[in-house]
């Protein structure tokens, strides 16, 4: 099988392009299955053969089961791929997905489709904790952001073609409506598992296993074109080695030993950092747009059917509007992409508040109604192009080689619980409180900025050795770290291949 592997084929650049290809069909099944549901609940046969008609609660419980499937998969994953490695994780991970779907387009009632959702969860939780760590171990550190922005295209792309799908089949009656939907989840899956055994392991997970010879090949043919002696290859290889020797003497923490045990690598520190990073994510509102934006458009005095269009509209809006965070997110760097995204999303959806108001929509409902809709675009698109993809790739870099995977699980559990927190809460504050629910998550946008700006150090333009650096610093506010982090270079306490470039400007 190794003699196979494309990486005797394609060498550089488009060896990672292809990595990234291969990642993308992950990330493209993780949006579908995101947005697939949307469909089926409105299905009418599906509505009756599980027996939902009046049951709203149990409608969106059977979505809501799935939030808790992504977290037991993202933690078998993460133990998991740190020990059998990248590669055959996400084969498991593939297989489990497949499984999930099987059941979910053969359910015949509301127990088995809730056992099918837990299960398609954790085949979904399980692969979103190892590709993008997959990724980010394999991509260059220069374009590091570009590879997971590009994933997160076919993120979106998913979840288009999950509503254009749905949107084509609302005339059809039976279960074909539902089922099919459904069962179109098996092709990214199927074409994945059957295709990730020809493309390289993770070198530096090669190198943590002893396997050096093999992870010096493939980073060669990443970062050499096959030169294993190229300068580029043998200091990033030098670099990798240093850091599991480092790693080891600190022993490799446990899930629960990473959530409070002090150490010098700061482990803790960083997975508070990535949990909680996806929950405010979810606080700045992109679950409660993505759900009640037709919603919004009905107030305009819309039909239905404009309203289902408009949306439809709105996610290809959205899908092309993640292409901008692939040309600025390693030029503009993590930070200020996430400082100017939440700003904007937090006018954008301040404004679709005001604009909602009743009194105010009462006077001129088609303006107020066509500037609430304008805004809802906006919205979704400075979200597409900022806090999409951030709090995806910022856990993936910021961990140690030894707990990386288990770090990516983390991030997958913040993302679930900052899901579920959203979808439990909005119902009942839309319910009691109307037009202010935007205005209250409008406000998080502008309480994430101070927050990213303290904790959170840049991390574009770095390779994953020189973070352990950076995250090795006493204090965890940015301007006091990087104090530390210049006082220790000029006393020649540390060193980073780069330490003789232009400092990039990590304290915006």
């Known amino acids: 099988m190794r003699l196979f592997n494309i990486y005797h084929h394609f060498k550089g650049h488009n060896l990672v392009l292809m ?5 993308g ?6 949006g579908y299955d995101q947005g697939v549901m949307s469909g089926v609940n409105i299905s009418p046969d599906y509505v009756s053969l599980m027996g939902l008609e009046t049951n709203e609660a149990l409608l969106g419980g059977v979505v809501a089961v799935y939030y808790a499937g992504t977290l037991i998969g993202a933690l078998m994953a993460g133990w998991i791929s740190d020990r059998t490695g990248r590669i055959k994780t996400i084969v498991l991970g593939c297989i489990i997905g497949v499984f ?33 760590v997959w990724s980010a171990e394999t991509s260059h550190h220069t374009s590091r952001g570009q590879m997971i922005a590009m994933e997160f295209t076919l993120n979106i792309l998913g979840v288009v073609v999950a509503y254009w799908i749905a949107y084509g089949l609302a005339s059809t009656e039976g279960g074909f409506r539902w089922r099919f939907p459904i069962a179109f989840q098996l092709i990214p899956l199927i074409i994945l598992a059957a295709c990730i055994v020809f493309f390289p392991e993770s070198p530096r997970w090669l190198i943590k296993q002893g396997r050096t010879e093999e992870g010096l090949e493939i980073l060669a043919a990443l970062r050499g074109n096959g030169d294993p002696n190229d300068p ?27 959530l409070g045990k002090k150490d010098k690598l700061n482990i803790a520190r960083r997975v508070h950092l990535s949990v909680w990073l996806q929950i405010i994510q979810e606080l700045t509102g992109i679950g409660v747009i993505t759900v009640y934006a037709p919603l919004v458009f009905s107030s305009a005095g819309f039909s239905d059917k404009t309203s289902q269009l408009l949306s439809g509209i709105n996610n290809i809006s959205y899908m092309l509007s993640t292409l901008v965070a692939v040309f600025t997110l390693d030029k ?15 006018i954008s959806l301040i404004l679709v508040a005001v604009l909602t108001k009743p009194e105010l929509m009462a006077k001129n409902p088609l303006g107020y109604g066509i500037g609430a809709t304008v805004f809802t675009f906006l919205y979704t698109a400075f979200f597409g192009m900022t806090w999409l993809t951030v709090p995806w790739l910022y856990p993936v870099e910021i961990y140690p080689t030894n707990v990386r995977a288990k770090g990516g699980a983390w991030s997958v559990v913040g993302w679930s619980v900052g899901n579920a927190l959203v979808m439990e809460i909005t119902p009942p504050m839309i319910s009691a409180i109307g037009w202010i629910t935007f205005l209250i998550f409008g406000v998080f946008n502008f309480l994430a ?41 000029a006393a020649k306490e540390i060193y980073t291949h780069t330490e003789n470039k232009k400092q990039d400007n990590d304290s915006f």
């Open 25 to 30: 069909l992950s990330i493209f099944f993780f």
């Open 332 to 346: 503009w760097g993590r930070r200020f992409t996430l400082f100017y995204g939440a700003a904007c999303q937090g």
């Open 19 to 23: 990595i990234n290809l291969a990642a």
């Open 449 to 489: 900025i101070p927050i990213v700006w303290a904790l959170y150090p840049e991390t574009s333009n770095k390779t994953l050795e020189e973070l352990d650096v950076v995250f090795s610093t006493k204090s965890m506010l940015v301007w006091r770290a990087d104090r530390e982090l210049s006082h220790r270079l």
């Open 232 to 258: 580029e290859v043998t200091r990033e290889y030098n670099d990798i080695v240093e850091a599991v020797r480092l790693e080891k003497t600190e022993g490799e923490p446990g899930y629960i030993s990473m």
């Open 100 to 132: 999930g779907a099987c059941l979910q387009t053969s359910a015949q009632n509301i127990a088995w489709m809730i056992c099918s959702r837990i299960i398609t969860g954790i085949g979904t939780g399980h692969l979103n904790a190892v590709v993008p």
